[in-house]
């Protein structure tokens, strides 16, 4: 690069020597232009980048970077790769071990049957499937992170009878479903009023990722017409959820990821301040986000998204109808359990805050709606208009839709209203009550009786994750021991730790879990294995700089092993 430069300026150089105002226009000074022209863009967007990340992290980028290409490499030698290869396939037949049901009780469905079941051979089939894969198929023991949400039988048939009546139904075509438009807008709108902001506007879709990649698209779009954005970028903190680097990896969006403090789990301001551009088209904030269920300072994040004329989104997807019950639920103060984190009354979080563009909540989370529902808010109806997509001249007829999907499931919709219309203000009010009092039991617990693990942050909300501050005991290894306990709980890493996010199911196993959590920790200080496969999985994520590329070739296995019949 530097040679090219420094042959491309002595042309330049001689150029500008014998200048006439013929020759400056020549075609040599025109390239040299245009060569000086794409430097300039290439240094400023290293610049930019340097200014975001600091110099420290760059460094350590880079020198990831290039150790990574020079381990890939050297893993191509034909030894190297042999061992790799057969790991690999080790770790891909173990997948498909735990993954797909085999042996003589099995059958295979691969082609169609040659004339139809009935519906009872369907339902014993059924029956068989949940069974084949042994206990752990059953979720209703309830020793999961997340996962299910609401489960209990009322509801279920609730969403049965509203999945019946309207079952064959598609918002495609309102003429024919009238029904299904009036709920899908008044599923939005009523969230619109928890969020505060009634004259707003929004859309359904099919979860928390639809509803961000539509608020990023949205922002890009917004950003090209309003400040002719063509290399848009977006700053989100590293503790968002994965959504947001997955809509820009769709939508061809640069993201800045900024550290959280490391008491606080809050996003560092003075670092999302740096990352600024006039490239920028949107900040992050979560309220509250996934790993730890800690909350970004949403009021100061707004405050620099309206000084800069930039979208703010806020991530409710886990808050959904939690957060906003958390005051009058009698939890409108941040848990004491750790010094120096946020402290005192919850902030504001929703469109109150001035700079607030958007909003994700999860309908099919704390919401309790059938799975394959959120909604994505923004503070006016002319923001949204960038969200649809729009073709007048297509042959097929005049097409305009409001998100990814085309055809929707009417029946989606129908559930999440009916849940919405049962559970009502008083019912999520108790569900905040009952799952945050569970929350705050269990941090309680770990803070004040086991002494080797410590909570992540103050986190207000449904979730806890708990790190380990003795070098006698590993925290995923405390995972691995829970998950032999039953338990289904999240691994993370930066730093590792293991979540649980609270549901309606761990409200009558809070002591169960507290039991179990001080037992596995007891066992992982005597007798340290390290043999499970959070440890194996998140080990190998931050063994070398290309322990994230073979984590990677495992996760691709896997999802390759959801797909083999
Ligand atoms: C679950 C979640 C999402 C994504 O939601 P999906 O419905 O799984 O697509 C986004 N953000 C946060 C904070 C979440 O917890």
Not at 219 to 229: N, P, V
Not at 389 to 418: D, F, H, V
Request: proline share 5%.
């Amino acid at each position: 690069m530097s040679a090219v430069y420094v042959a491309r300026f002595a042309v330049f150089r001689r150029q500008v020597a014998n200048r006439t105002g013929a020759r400056l226009l020549s075609l040599d000074t025109a390239k040299s232009l245009l060569f000086f022209y794409v430097l300039l863009k290439s240094t400023l967007r290293i610049y930019r980048h340097v200014r975001a990340r600091g110099m420290v992290s760059s460094f350590q980028d880079t020198y990831n970077l290039v150790a990574k290409r020079f381990i890939l490499l050297a893993l191509r030698l034909p030894h190297l790769k042999q061992r790799v290869d057969s790991q690999m396939l080790q770790a891909r037949v173990d997948i498909e071990k735990k993954l797909v049901p085999s042996g003589p009780r099995v059958t295979r469905h691969l082609t169609l049957p040659a004339s139809g079941q009935t519906p009872e051979w369907i339902e014993a089939e059924m029956e068989k499937m949940d069974t084949e894969m042994g206990e752990d198929a059953n979720w209703r023991h309830g020793k999961l992170s997340g996962a299910v949400y609401h489960g209990g039988e009322d509801l279920e048939k609730l969403i049965v009878t509203a999945f019946q009546r309207y079952c064959v139904s598609n918002p495609l075509h309102p003429d024919v479903f009238p029904a299904i438009r009036k709920m899908e807008a008044e599923v939005v709108a009523m969230c619109l009023r928890m969020y505060n902001n009634p004259n707003g506007a929004g859309t359904t879709t099919s979860g928390g990722t639809e509803s961000i990649i539509m608020a990023v698209k949205t922002h890009r779009e917004w950003a090209k017409a309003e400040k002719g954005i063509t290399a848009p970028e977006m700053i989100v903190p590293i503790s968002a959820h994965a959504a947001f680097d997955k809509a820009a990896d769709y939508l061809g969006i640069k993201v800045h990821t900024i550290p959280v403090h490391p008491i606080t789990r809050q996003v560092d301001l003075k670092h999302v301040k740096r990352a600024i551009n006039s490239n920028t088209i949107l900040l992050v904030g979560s309220a509250v986000n996934f790993p730890d269920g800690n909350m970004d300072d949403i009021p100061a994040l707004g405050a620099l998204a309206k000084a800069h004329n930039v979208g703010l989104h806020v991530d409710c997807c886990l808050g959904s109808f939690i957060v906003p019950f958390l005051d009058e639920a009698g939890f409108g103060e941040f848990p004491e359990w750790n010094e120096g984190a946020t402290k005192g009354r919850v902030p504001l979080f929703d469109f109150r805050v001035e700079g607030v563009t958007s909003i994700s909540c999860d309908t099919h989370k704390y919401g309790f709606a059938p799975k394959g529902s959120s909604v994505v808010m923004y503070r006016s109806s002319e923001l949204r208009e960038h969200q649809y997509y729009l073709n007048p001249e297509w042959p097929g007829g005049i097409y305009a839709s409001p998100t990814m999907s085309g055809s929707r499931p009417g029946a989606l919709i129908a559930g999440a209203w009916a849940v919405m219309q049962h559970m009502g203000h008083d019912g999520y009010l108790e569900s905040c009550r009952s799952i945050v009092a569970t929350a705050r039991r269990i941090g309680e617990a770990i803070t004040t009786s086991i002494p080797e693990l410590y909570v992540l942050g103050n986190p207000p909300s449904s979730v806890v994750a708990f790190a380990s501050k003795s070098k006698d005991v590993n925290v995923l290894e405390v995972g691995d021991l829970m998950a032999k306990k039953g338990w289904h709980l999240n691994g993370l890493s930066k730093p590792a730790a293991v979540h649980i996010a609270c549901t309606r199911l761990t409200i009558p196993l809070v002591d169960t879990f507290i039991e179990d959590l001080k037992d596995a920790v007891r066992e992982a200080k005597l007798n340290p294995a390290g043999k499970g496969t959070m440890v194996a999985l998140y080990g190998l994520g931050n063994s070398s700089p290309v322990g994230p590329a073979m984590v990677g070739k495992i996760c691709t296995a896997f999802l390759d092993a959801m797909y083999k019949a």
